[in-house]
């Protein structure tokens, strides 16, 4: 499999989204990119990790992080999935699993990706990767936002 290290260069890629066409390196331009990689929509656990972001939503969105979230779920599961979380940021759909496997988080049965975050800077470099991401892990969200904080104060 696989796998994609901080300093690398963060695999290009366009989705359908809940906002329209996701297109990272037209992201990156902007800022920040928060990439979420999830198992499936409704899931308890799905619901965890996309509600901490949900959470700190506006402080991320003040840092200048753009937020997606990535499962293989179609749109119309993912439009229902967000309308009933109030998900705030976009949720793209990868059924052929394209992007789950470049970033190297596809799950060993091969048909859904492993809870994952990925930061990637401005000029398109993994700032931070996580592979088996866990929503009750608070050193895990600390050393994330701490690269945020620090990233978007050098920007």
């Known amino acids: 499999m696989v796998e994609v290290l901080e300093g690398e260069a963060a695999p290009l890629f366009c989705l359908t ?13 902007h800022g920040l990119v928060l990439i979420i990689f999830y198992t499936n929509d409704f899931t308890p656990s799905c619901k965890r990790v996309l509600g901490i972001f949900t959470e700190e939503f506006k402080w991320l969105e003040s840092m200048g992080v753009e937020l997606v979230g990535i499962s293989k779920e179609g749109i119309d599961s993912h439009i229902e999935f967000a309308n009933q979380c109030d998900i705030p940021f976009p949720l793209a759909s990868d059924p052929d ?13 091969g048909v859904a990706a492993h809870r994952s975050v990925f930061c990637v800077s401005k000029t398109g470099a993994i700032l931070h990767a996580n592979r088996f991401f866990q929503s009750g892990n608070v050193d895990q969200l600390i050393e994330l936002f701490q690269i ?8």
């Open 148 to 155: 945020i904080e620090e990233a978007s104060a050098n920007d």
């Open 97 to 109: 699993l394209s992007v789950i496997s470049a970033y190297g988080v596809l799950d060993d049965d």
């Open 17 to 29: 989204s809940t906002a329209g066409e996701f297109c990272l390196e037209s992201k990156i331009n």
